[in-house]
């Protein structure tokens, strides 16, 4: 479609953004025909501006009362939103051999939120809030193709003198990765499903349900564990520390940010020494959930920078063990496993894109359930800008080819940018397009500059829906009438 040349969508919406809204919550039955149609255009209007409070993305106040009526509506099920996306991803999944479950939490911090009831113990325990439990599908050459599971939860306290059977009794936050996989459920048909996470992952309830599901692992592991199957008394660094090198691999090792998204470690290449060996992993004998359980056979991967850049700091220095269920026989293997568990900071540039591209933390509603709401149509839109933001990217087969950009952008968009770039519509690229919008919201480019930030990305967004707003409106101001 190009320009507007026919009547405008309502409310003023584009009809790019009703299709993408009709793509992934058309099938949503929240049990009554007018919720599922609200549902739609809220969708179609938050694509837009995601950035934006409600009452700047709704102009008119009877849409934006009716966005409110739908968000503390009892009956609307956060997971019913969901439900269309989740299905069109796992179709999606299955045409594909191998799929990666990249799983993490994140906090919603409405510490300041003082009206907003039902918040949860988060933190150090001084702040309030939701914990979120998020499942990523991701194709191993890091495309992401979108949510397989969200879930949010509001910790209580722990109770004062609480004994080790009284909080294995009670639902605590180790639940959550265990719960995710059976959510996503039995992994059927030729296709492999790999859960990947990091060091939190590393429970035994969660390998074990991860196989039970018919799914694979590769987790960063945690404990020190027994790991000989015969008298259990080697523990697993001893075990692999004593393996021969079996060779070494370059890996990028992804930025890391605090939990208010300011850089405490900086991207980079590491070399790593890589050493495998089989290990089996006994369940713990002291938590009655898994006694019980068989124990699990699985390989484990020992990566070990062993020549840091001079001036690193001791806790920057990358020493990672890798658990799998998959096979490690040689080192093509390895490196195959290894790049698995590194598309795990796809999920943390989802995290950034949700809170600072989606503003999350920043909505004011009356209750955590209508944040729910509101979050679950938020976590399908920053998917999308995650997609688009990924195609702009140097290393991007796709970063080159402006086909792939007409795909996920609107023409209009696309005219006007073309426009500042001096360039033709036919052949702007991805890379040329996302570089002009972050030039627009202040972005130098110059040639050692990091790649542009969210909220750099989220200023020339705007700035450049404010030119297409007013094209439309002049547009559709000028059409031609026809008299009768």
Known sequence: MGPLTGEMPPTGMRLESLAWASDHFAQADLGDTRLDLRLLRLAATLVEHPAMSLPKQFSGGADLAAAYRFFSNPSVDPQAILAPH???????????????CVADDTELDYTSHANTRGRGQIGDGRGLGLLQHSALAVLPGGEV????????????????????RQRQARWNQSDVWAEAV??????????????????????????????????????????????????????IWAKLQDQPVLGQIRVQIGAQRDHRGRVTRQGREAVLSLRTAPVVISPPCNDPRTTAWAAIAAWAIY?????????????????????????????????????????????????????????????????????????AILCVVAVRLLQVRDLADAQ??????????????????????????????AELTPRQFFLQVARQGGYLG???????????????????????????????????????
């Open 86 to 100: 989740v299905d069109r991803v796992r179709r999606q999944a299955r045409q594909h051999p191998v799929v990666l």
């Open 396 to 425: 991007h087969p796709e970063a080159q080819n402006p086909q792939a950009l007409r795909e996920l952008v609107p023409p209009l968009y696309l005219e006007v940018v073309a426009k500042l770039c001096q360039t033709p519509v």
């Open 182 to 235: 059976e959510a996503i459920g039995r992994w059927e048909g030729a296709g492999l499903l790999v859960q990947v996470g990091d060091r939190h992952a590393d429970q035994f309830r969660h390998l074990g349900t991860v196989l039970q599901q018919g799914q694979a692992f590769v987790v960063r592991a945690m404990h020190d564990r027994y790991v000989d199957e015969s008298e259990q008394i080697t523990r």
């Open 303 to 375: 990566l070990q920078e062993e020549n840091p850049p001079a001036g690193l700091p001791p806790e920057q220095v990358v020493e990672w063990m890798l658990l799998s269920s998959l096979p490690v026989e040689d080192l093509a293997s390895a490196v195959r496993i290894v790049g698995y568990y590194t598309r795990r900071w796809v999920i943390e540039e989802w995290h950034r894109c949700y809170k600072q591209g989606c503003q999350i933390e920043a909505r004011q509603l009356d209750d955590v359930e209508d944040l729910q709401r509101l979050a």
């Open 145 to 164: 193709l979108g949510l397989l599971d969200v879930a949010w939860h509001a910790p209580a306290p722990a109770p004062e003198k609480e004994t080790l």
């Open 446 to 484: 110059r040639k050692h500059d990091p790649r542009p930030g969210w909220l750099v990305l989220w200023r020339g967004w705007y700035d450049l829906s404010q030119m297409v707003r007013g094209i439309e409106i002049y547009q559709a101001l000028h059409q031609p009438t026809t008299d009768v």
